[in-house]
């Protein structure tokens, strides 16, 4: 089964620290997304992307965030000056379609900023 | 905007038992689709199970049933015959359909199965 690649799993950081978390979605996929997940907290959307330009955005999704996908397969997220309230899971997600059913979450990069 | 209530912060149930997770919604749209994500230790989410708003027929996906009551904006999972597998946090999920796919999550129920 299709999945959707998520690197590094866990990624230890100085603040004020830029890290990038990469993320390779489903090859037949369309449309892509970050949420973000503090420990002991609700799953939060940040970001969608699609057609190479962001669609929509979470108010936590400010200028210390910038997505991209810098060629055919990947689809990164750059978190410039990270803080200590930045440390949570990162998920990955992808869709084949804008509506219809839920999307494919990869396994996560777990970012600690210290 | 859409709000995702899950009110049972932790659910306990015996092997082969039947767990019911309740999730309540607010909404004004009349067209939506919902979800029940599962998040075991890995903390990797599977979907579990999925409903369209406009399908009266509440899903089924093996042991995992849903009881949709849209007029009461409610969205219950039901785990029938609990295994230790299904020990995780669950989350329901919202998506409207004129968004950009954004899922709007609850805060999650953790479900402890007991041999």
């Known amino acids: 089964e299709p999945e959707v690649t998520q690197t590094p799993s866990h990624q230890v950081t100085q603040m004020g620290q830029e890290v990038i978390l990469r993320c390779v979605p489903i090859s037949n996929h369309l449309y892509f997304y970050w949420y973000r997940q503090i420990l002991g907290q609700k799953v939060e959307f940040l970001v969608s992307?699609?057609?190479?330009?962001?669609?929509?955005k979470s108010e936590i999704f400010d200028d210390q965030f910038s997505v991209e996908r810098p060629d055919g397969s990947n689809f990164t997220l750059k978190i410039r000056s990270t803080k200590l309230e930045d440390s949570a899971m990162y998920f990955c997600?992808?869709?084949?379609?804008?509506?219809?059913?839920?999307?494919?979450f990869g396994s996560g990069t777990r970012l600690t900023v210290v | 905007a859409q709000t995702v209530t899950q009110s049972q912060p932790e659910m306990s149930v015996q092997e082969a038992e039947t767990v019911t997770l309740s999730c309540t919604y607010d909404t004004s749209e009349s067209d939506y689709y919902l979800f029940w994500y599962k998040q075991p230790p890995s903390r990797q989410m599977i979907l579990v199970i999925r409903q369209e708003a406009y399908k009266q027929q509440n899903a089924t996906e093996n042991r995992f049933s849903v009881n949709f009551q849209k007029a009461a904006k409610s969205f219950s999972l039901k785990i029938s015959d609990s295994q230790l597998g299904d020990a995780a946090m669950y989350f329901c999920?919202?998506?409207?359909?004129?968004?950009?796919?954004?899922?709007?999550f609850g805060a999650g129920t953790q479900v402890v199965v007991t041999p």
């Open positions: 997600a992808s869709s084949e379609r804008r509506q219809g059913y839920g999307y494919t």
């Open positions: 992307f699609y057609n190479n330009e962001i669609s929509e």
């Open positions: 999920a919202y998506r409207t359909t004129d968004s950009w796919g954004k899922l709007q």
